[in-house]
């Protein structure tokens, strides 16, 4: 209800969507800069502690699953393909 008024108060030219569409462009490389140095941090404690426990199938096991997530991460456009065939599938328009 808070949110209706603080809304209602705002310019309209605040609440209408941008006239030229949303501005992506950066989305993909914000994403890798935040999330890439997280993901290795929590990987390389995970696998350390795989280690120290001497649990090496679930290490190969969770290094195997690391490097398929890093690929999603680290190479190049496949989150902004990704992103495009999401968007495909559900009929917004790309041009």
Do not use: C
């Amino acid at each position: 209800m808070l949110f209706h008024h603080l809304a209602a108060a705002l310019p309209w030219e605040t609440l209408a969507a941008p006239e030229d569409g949303l501005n992506t462009e950066d989305l993909a490389t914000w994403l890798r800069n935040l999330f890439g140095p997280l993901f290795l941090v929590v990987v390389s404690i995970v696998a350390l502690f795989f280690l120290f426990t001497r649990e090496i199938t679930r290490f190969a096991q969770f290094i195997l699953l690391a490097i398929g997530i890093g690929i999603i991460f680290y190479v190049p456009n496949i989150i902004e393909v990704t992103a495009k065939a999401i968007a495909t599938a559900l009929g917004v328009d790309l041009n």
